[in-house]
């Protein structure tokens, strides 16, 4: 078929079904010797089981797979058990998705490995402990004499992922099927895995299948692309002839997910001023004062904390009638316990928090009260906040109930009108949670929150789960709501392309602290303080050409959050580059 | 069908039902929980209807039969008194199905109340609550229910009330383990976000979710205290005599085990019947709720 060299691996006319239900239909592609094959879809299109297919992991006696895989003039599919055992590991490995939980807590890191190359290229004594180590190396793990003692719960969840990495590469495969390796990991972590994948691949000539449902990684790794959908193939081609010019729908709306205004006004950049302390908050329906949220740590036998974990450090916010305001950072920012402070959640330290210009004192339950039926909350896992035995009409219904905004026949109808208005049949009122797609769920949660007309809602990592089609769904139907209903939002996210979406202005936060806060096009256009940037920096490129343009990742020192007793952080010292345009100054 | 236009995720995705749980939750019992089920409602009819179906009054001596062998006239035999062991048998499990299946309602309902609140206010309530727990949890369930009983005297609302005071700390750890799981699900947060009252989270949308696991415990235990209760009449701690129970008939014909088997065998048979049937349901509702938990065939 290809002219060229002959192909790795070969994949021809491969079909996996479990039961009646083919789940891959006719995939054929080739891999040569080298090269990165990216196989992009949601959720469901059948990319996963292509790799346990090629791996022949499916359970044998509910799956069927039929076609051909042909790995070096050999068809897998005819392969013993046996000799299925030597390919894996051996010729292809694969690296997974959890790095946290795909390591035996309870064994030293170096002995995992070890064992890895003991198994297949029969290694001991103190040839092994050297290839352990040259593994280490390979993979930039520092200080590998030590690190190869320790246990997995000292590695962070990128330095796992190096580690699952140096596993897969301990017996030099030709082949490493990567599923979903960054999708846990936070941007910045993520770009650096990335960048290690490349320059091992140059090293060893190592050719990856990488699995994703980002095309902004595609962008940043791939040679080939392959674009999959309910279990076919829709797209295929190289990698700048598909974003150049792709020919599906599908795949257009795949690209036009990824985060495109990073850095597009770069050259319009102006350098910031001394500003001394932020401006007073405008009163608008939300605002924050020097919020400060703390978690007492240690606590000895007679319960006087040692220290506290500064969770949130000063932080002042307002939104506006009908204005969305993104949070963004990165795990552990706390970004999310911000949230939970406003709602009550997690107990405040200090600070003021004003709704409607009334603030709120959270030890009165009328207040409280009021609190709640102005401000909503919607939550990450659309199936997590709903309580499984309860029809989701009886659970839009209560909130009204108890706050006694409507009961019998008028809640009824006012349930009804607000599953339609989400976009859902209002026959469905007496189903259960479980009946419904995570889409659908997220639409009956923020019903739920509607319920009760709040000002605004607070909308906590609320389509991060979600795919991408379904993600712009809901990202839309939040936005008509605002316009109708003149609904202000708090989205907190570190999905960059969905907060390049909603949001009016956009506060990021690093370490419990706001480092810089301002229009979007001002914050993630021509960000100004060097966390921002950073930040920034690693998100993925949007087409293959700009590749490599984005500066390079600074190391960021990571810096614990715990404090000890009675410690105050300094007075944070403020610049302004453009109207409403503010960061913090760099210490 | 209304008119209002079909988002595209509903006709993209299945819905999650599995094949195991669109199955009725009576399909997924085995056959050993429905023996299981049909004992205990035979001796339950059995007992309810002993006046009809007892041949004799239990209480009623008759010297000149004294120890008869089964037969037709006695089917189960008579015991030292002359008094009929089937009738006994009969009268005697209206005690031990009272006492068994009662007692352990009552633990249930204080236990788990009790674990529910330590669970879900913690801090002082539950250390306070729980070392109570702990106390009660160090005695052997006999020794205590022994010394509660003397205490109290060997009337059957004593009996109940030490029985059930023996099972209370295993409801309160499961009832408490539970709500702290739950405790922290996003559900419940969403239910505090929303401005719901603690009593309302606790009884209407975590209990729900309990509930299976403390049931199950319950027709574990009601095995657990019929033994008990059959132990204290053994040894002398049970209903006073003449009133039949299984416990105490065991233990008058143990004085005869020699020439007069019977009079032993056939209430330790009873109670092992109870004891087991009680064991089958526990059994049988745990592999049902939850399949994952069943070993594997």
Same mark, same amino acid.
């Given at each position: 078929?290809?002219?060229?060299?002959?192909?790795?691996?070969?994949?021809?006319? $491969?079909?996996?079904?479990?039961?009646?239900?083919?789940?891959?239909?006719?995939?054929?592609?080739?891999?040569?010797?080298?090269?990165?094959?990216?196989?992009?879809?949601?959720?469901?299109?059948?990319?996963?089981?292509?790799?346990?297919?090629?791996?022949?992991?499916?359970?044998?006696?509910?799956?069927?797979?039929?076609?051909?895989?042909?790995?070096?003039?050999?068809?897998?599919?005819?392969?013993?058990?046996?000799?299925?055992?030597?390919?894996?590991?051996?010729?292809?490995?694969?690296?997974?998705?959890?790095?946290?939980?795909?390591?035996?807590?309870?064994?030293?890191?170096?002995?995992?490995?070890?064992?890895?190359?003991?198994?297949?290229?029969? $290694?001991?004594?103190?040839?092994?402990?050297?290839?352990?180590?040259?593994?280490?190396?390979?993979?930039?793990?520092?200080?590998?004499?030590?690190?190869?003692?320790?246990?997995?719960?000292?590695?962070?969840?990128?330095?796992?992922?190096?580690?699952?990495?140096?596993?897969?590469?301990?017996?030099?495969?030709?082949?490493?099927?990567?599923?979903?390796?960054?999708?846990?990991?936070?941007?910045?972590?993520?770009?650096?895995?990335?960048?290690?994948?490349?320059?091992?691949?140059?090293?060893?000539?190592?050719?990856?299948?990488?699995?994703?449902?980002?095309?902004?990684?595609?962008?940043?790794?791939?040679?080939?692309?392959?674009?999959?959908?309910?279990?076919?193939?829709?797209?295929?081609?190289?990698?700048?002839?598909?974003?150049?010019?792709?020919?599906?729908?599908?795949?257009?709306?795949?690209?036009?997910?990824?985060?495109?205004?990073?850095?597009?006004?770069?050259?319009?950049?102006?350098?910031?001023?001394?500003?001394?302390?932020?401006?007073?908050?405008?009163?608008?329906?939300?605002?924050?004062?020097?919020?400060?949220?703390?978690?007492?740590?240690?606590?000895?036998?007679?319960?006087?904390?040692?220290?506290?974990?500064?969770?949130?450090?000063?932080?002042?916010?307002?939104?506006?009638?009908?204005?969305?305001?993104?949070?963004?950072?990165?795990?552990?920012?706390?970004?999310?316990?911000?949230?939970?402070?406003?709602?009550?959640?997690?107990?405040?330290?200090?600070?003021?928090?004003?709704?409607?210009?009334?603030?709120?004192?959270?030890?009165?339950?009328?207040?409280?009260?009021?609190?709640?039926?102005?401000?909503?909350?919607?939550?990450?896992?659309?199936?997590?906040?709903?309580?499984?035995?309860?029809?989701?009409?009886?659970?839009?219904?209560?909130?009204?109930?108890?706050?006694?905004?409507?009961?019998?026949?008028?809640?009824?109808?006012?349930?009804?009108?607000?599953?339609?208005?989400?976009?859902?049949?209002?026959?469905?009122?007496?189903?259960?949670?479980?009946?419904?797609?995570?889409?659908?769920?997220?639409?009956?949660?923020?019903?739920?929150?509607?319920?009760?007309?709040?000002?605004?809602?607070?909308?906590?990592?609320?389509?991060?789960?979600?795919?991408?089609?379904?993600?712009?769904?809901?990202?839309?139907?939040?936005?008509?709501?605002?316009?109708?209903?003149?609904?202000?939002?708090?989205?907190?996210?570190?999905?960059?392309?969905?907060?390049?979406?909603?949001?009016?202005?956009?506060?990021?936060?690093?370490?419990?602290?706001?480092?810089?806060?301002?229009?979007?096009?001002?914050?993630?256009?021509?960000?100004?303080?060097?966390?921002?940037?950073?930040?920034?920096?690693?998100?993925?490129?949007?087409?293959?050409?700009?590749?490599?343009?984005?500066?390079?990742?600074?190391?960021?020192?990571?810096?614990?959050?715990?404090?000890?007793?009675?410690?105050?952080?300094?007075?944070?010292?403020?610049?302004?580059?453009?109207?409403?345009?503010?960061?913090?100054?760099?210490? | 069908?209304?008119?209002?236009?079909?988002?595209?995720?509903?006709?993209?995705?299945?819905?999650?039902?599995?094949?195991?749980?669109?199955?009725?939750?009576?399909?997924?019992?085995?056959?050993?929980?429905?023996?299981?089920?049909?004992?205990?409602?035979?001796?339950?009819?059995?007992?309810?209807?002993?006046?009809?179906?007892?041949?004799?009054?239990?209480?009623?001596?008759?010297?000149?039969?004294?120890?008869?062998?089964?037969?037709?006239?006695?089917?189960?035999?008579?015991?030292?008194?002359?008094?009929?062991?089937?009738?006994?048998?009969?009268?005697?499990?209206?005690?031990?199905?009272?006492?068994?299946?009662?007692?352990?309602?009552?633990?249930?309902?204080?236990?788990?109340?009790?674990?529910?609140?330590?669970?879900?206010?913690?801090?002082?309530?539950?250390?306070?609550?729980?070392?109570?727990?702990?106390?009660?949890?160090?005695?052997?369930?006999?020794?205590?229910?022994?010394?509660?009983?003397?205490?109290?005297?060997?009337?059957?609302?004593?009996?109940?009330?030490?029985?059930?005071?023996?099972?209370?700390?295993?409801?309160?750890?499961?009832?408490?383990?539970?709500?702290?799981?739950?405790?922290?699900?996003?559900?419940?947060?969403?239910?505090?976000?929303?401005?719901?009252?603690?009593?309302?989270?606790?009884?209407?949308?975590?209990?729900?979710?309990?509930?299976?696991?403390?049931?199950?415990?319950?027709?574990?235990?009601?095995?657990?205290?019929?033994?008990?209760?059959?132990?204290?009449?053994?040894?002398?701690?049970?209903?006073?005599?003449?009133?039949?129970?299984?416990?105490?008939?065991?233990?008058?014909?143990?004085?005869?085990?020699?020439?007069?088997?019977?009079?032993?065998?056939?209430?330790?048979?009873?109670?092992?019947?109870?004891?087991?049937?009680?064991?089958?349901?526990?059994?049988?509702?745990?592999?049902?709720?939850?399949?994952?938990?069943?070993?594997?065939?």
């Amino acid at each position: 078929m290809s002219a060229s060299a002959s192909p790795l691996l070969s994949v021809q006319d $491969l079909t996996v079904s479990f039961g009646r239900t083919a789940v891959v239909q006719g995939l054929s592609f080739e891999i040569a010797p080298g090269r990165t094959l990216a196989v992009v879809g949601e959720s469901g299109s059948g990319k996963s089981v292509t790799a346990l297919a090629i791996m022949r992991l499916l359970p044998a006696d509910t799956s069927r797979v039929t076609g051909r895989i042909v790995l070096d003039g050999g068809n897998l599919l005819e392969k013993t058990e046996r000799q299925m055992r030597q390919v894996r590991g051996g010729k292809i490995s694969m690296i997974f998705q959890e790095p946290m939980t795909s390591l035996n807590p309870v064994q030293r890191i170096g002995a995992q490995l070890a064992e890895v190359i003991r198994y297949h290229r029969g $290694l001991s004594g103190a040839a092994l402990d050297g290839a352990v180590l040259e593994l280490f190396d390979l993979v930039r793990i520092p200080d590998a004499r030590r690190r190869v003692r320790q246990y997995p719960h000292t590695f962070s969840g990128g330095m796992r992922q190096r580690v699952m990495i140096a596993m897969a590469l301990a017996c030099s495969p030709s082949l490493i099927i990567a599923d979903e390796p960054t999708t846990a990991l936070d941007v910045t972590v993520q770009a650096q895995i990335l960048c290690l994948m490349k320059e091992l691949q140059r090293e060893t000539g190592t050719a990856f299948l990488f699995i994703t449902h980002d095309m902004g990684v595609v962008a940043e790794i791939a040679d080939e692309v392959l674009v999959m959908r309910r279990s076919r193939v829709i797209e295929t081609g190289s990698v700048s002839n598909v974003f150049s010019a792709p020919r599906h729908d599908y795949t257009r709306s795949l690209i036009a997910a990824v985060p495109s205004l990073v850095g597009s006004l770069a050259a319009e950049r102006v350098a910031p001023r001394p500003l001394g302390s932020l401006p007073p908050c405008e009163a608008g329906v939300l605002s924050v004062e020097d919020l400060a949220v703390r978690f007492p740590v240690g606590g000895g036998l007679f319960g006087n904390a040692a220290g506290a974990v500064h969770a949130v450090e000063g932080v002042s916010l307002s939104i506006g009638p009908g204005e969305t305001l993104g949070l963004v950072g990165e795990s552990g920012s706390g970004k999310s316990t911000i949230g939970k402070a406003i709602m009550n959640l997690v107990p405040l330290h200090s600070g003021a928090v004003r709704v409607n210009g009334e603030t709120v004192d959270y030890r009165s339950p009328a207040s409280l009260m009021r609190l709640r039926r102005n401000v909503q909350m919607i939550f990450q896992d659309p199936f997590g906040s709903l309580d499984s035995r309860q029809t989701i009409g009886s659970a839009i219904m209560e909130p009204m109930l108890v706050h006694g905004l409507a009961k019998g026949l008028e809640a009824k109808q006012r349930m009804e009108w607000l599953l339609e208005r989400v976009g859902l049949d209002p026959l469905r009122a007496s189903s259960l949670p479980h009946e419904f797609s995570g889409g659908q769920r997220q639409r009956i949660c923020i019903a739920r929150a509607l319920a009760m007309s709040p000002k605004l809602i607070i909308a906590d990592e609320a389509v991060s789960a979600l795919d991408v089609s379904i993600k712009s769904q809901i990202i839309d139907l939040m936005v008509d709501l605002q316009k109708d209903l003149g609904l202000s939002y708090l989205f907190i996210s570190h999905d960059m392309a969905a907060v390049e979406k909603i949001c009016d202005r956009v506060a990021v936060m690093h370490f419990g602290e706001i480092v810089e806060i301002g229009y979007k096009k001002d914050v993630i256009g021509r960000p100004g303080h060097p966390y921002t940037q950073h930040l920034l920096s690693a998100i993925p490129v949007n087409h293959p050409e700009l590749r490599g343009t984005r500066a390079p990742l600074a190391d960021m020192k990571a810096r614990s959050a715990l404090r000890p007793r009675g410690f105050e952080p300094p007075p944070a010292r403020w610049q302004v580059a453009a109207d409403g345009h503010f960061m913090r100054q760099p210490d | 069908m209304t008119g209002v236009p079909l988002p595209e995720d509903r006709q993209a995705e299945v819905p999650a039902i599995s094949a195991g749980k669109s199955r009725t939750f009576l399909a997924r019992l085995n056959l050993s929980t429905w023996i299981g089920l049909a004992v205990v409602l035979l001796l339950v009819l059995a007992a309810v209807f002993a006046p009809l179906l007892a041949p004799y009054d239990p209480t009623r001596q008759n010297i000149l039969n004294q120890l008869a062998q089964p037969g037709a006239e006695y089917l189960l035999g008579a015991d030292q008194f002359g008094r009929d062991v089937l009738s006994r048998l009969l009268y005697g499990a209206r005690y031990s199905l009272t006492i068994g299946i009662l007692s352990i309602l009552l633990a249930m309902v204080a236990g788990s109340l009790a674990g529910m609140v330590a669970g879900h206010l913690g801090g002082k309530t539950d250390i306070v609550l729980m070392q109570f727990m702990d106390v009660v949890l160090a005695f052997p369930s006999l020794i205590l229910g022994l010394a509660l009983v003397a205490m109290m005297g060997a009337t059957m609302t004593n009996i109940l009330i030490a029985i059930a005071f023996t099972a209370l700390p295993a409801f309160a750890r499961v009832a408490r383990a539970a709500v702290m799981a739950q405790r922290d699900r996003e559900y419940v947060q969403a239910c505090r976000a929303m401005g719901f009252s603690g009593p309302r989270i606790l009884f209407r949308h975590i209990l729900p979710a309990i509930l299976p696991e403390v049931l199950v415990m319950a027709s574990l235990w009601m095995a657990t205290a019929v033994r008990t209760e059959a132990s204290l009449a053994f040894i002398g701690l049970g209903l006073a005599p003449p009133n039949p129970t299984w416990g105490g008939m065991v233990r008058e014909g143990f004085d005869n085990i020699l020439n007069s088997f019977h009079l032993a065998i056939f209430p330790s048979l009873a109670i092992l019947l109870l004891v087991l049937a009680f064991n089958l349901i526990g059994d049988g509702l745990r592999d049902a709720i939850d399949p994952r938990l069943k070993t594997a065939s």
